[in-house]
């Protein structure tokens, strides 16, 4: 489990509430059955997860999504690059069941789900078994009492260089400066990660192949700019 940081308790959790809306009986259906189908089985305690052996198909590659939100950036990525699996991380029901029907609908066979704490998934993986991880628009936790929940911290950023490979990439996006900022602190305090930007206004531009999301559309909007970093796995 990753600790909070200095300051912080014990109890904290990254997001917020497990469910909104009801569900339809279609998707209440599809998390019924698809989900089982999908949900990664974490192994016994002092195991390692196999990344690859989770998926159907081969696969060249797995990435990891956490936070996948409506699941529409994960989809269009699984389905731009069938050779990577993808495990997508989300507690929230009713975004669990919005990629449900991607996969669905898209016979997307190189996706697979963990519908609990991310913590919980990356602590089970191997080192160097990821050669991508996305964090997209995670929740803020805006007020200065709540920053201990955000997920970006000393002790996460540590376990997302363990799990990538060398050369590997971090991907991070958010529409609130003070979370970037934030990020960008934590990074050059991590030995395994290096902020990849070349150029001065790198981090305005979408990463390469970036099919947007849905609530990166609203942020935009709404007038708040997206920031867009990219951190490198590198040798310690």
């Known amino acids: 489990m ?32 698809l989900l089982p189908e999908l949900r990664v089985a974490l192994p016994e305690r002092g195991d390692a997860l196999d990344p690859p052996a989770l998926f159907p198909v081969p696969v060249d590659e797995v990435w990891l999504e956490i936070g996948f939100g409506g699941g529409e950036h994960l989809a269009a990525q699984a389905a731009a690059h069938p050779r990577a699996g993808i495990i997508g991380c989300e507690p929230f029901v009713n975004g669990v069941v919005k990629l449900l029907r991607a996969v669905d609908d898209g016979n997307l066979r190189n996706v697979r789900v963990w519908d609990e704490d991310a913590t919980a998934l990356l602590a089970a993986l191997p080192d ?44 991070f996006a958010s529409d609130i400066d003070d979370y970037a900022g934030w990020t960008l602190v934590r990074a050059a305090r991590c030995s395994g990660l290096r902020w990849a930007a070349q150029t001065a206004d790198d981090w305005r531009k979408p990463f390469p192949g970036w099919p947007g999301t849905r609530y990166e559309a609203k942020a935009l909007a709404a007038g708040r700019l997206p920031s867009y970093l990219t951190f490198e796995r590198v040798e310690p």
């Not at 007020?143 to 060398?166: C, G, H």
């Open 2 to 33: 990753i600790p909070p940081e200095a300051g912080g308790t014990d109890e904290r959790a990254f997001y917020g509430r497990r469910k909104g809306k009801r569900l339809r009986p279609g998707q209440e259906q599809r998390l019924e059955s």
């Open 128 to 171: 160097a078994s990821l050669a991508r991880v996305y964090l997209l628009y995670p929740d803020p936790w805006p007020k200065r009492r709540q920053r201990k929940r955000r997920f970006v911290s000393d002790a996460s950023l540590a376990e997302i260089a363990r799990v990538l490979r060398p050369g590997g990439h971090f991907r």
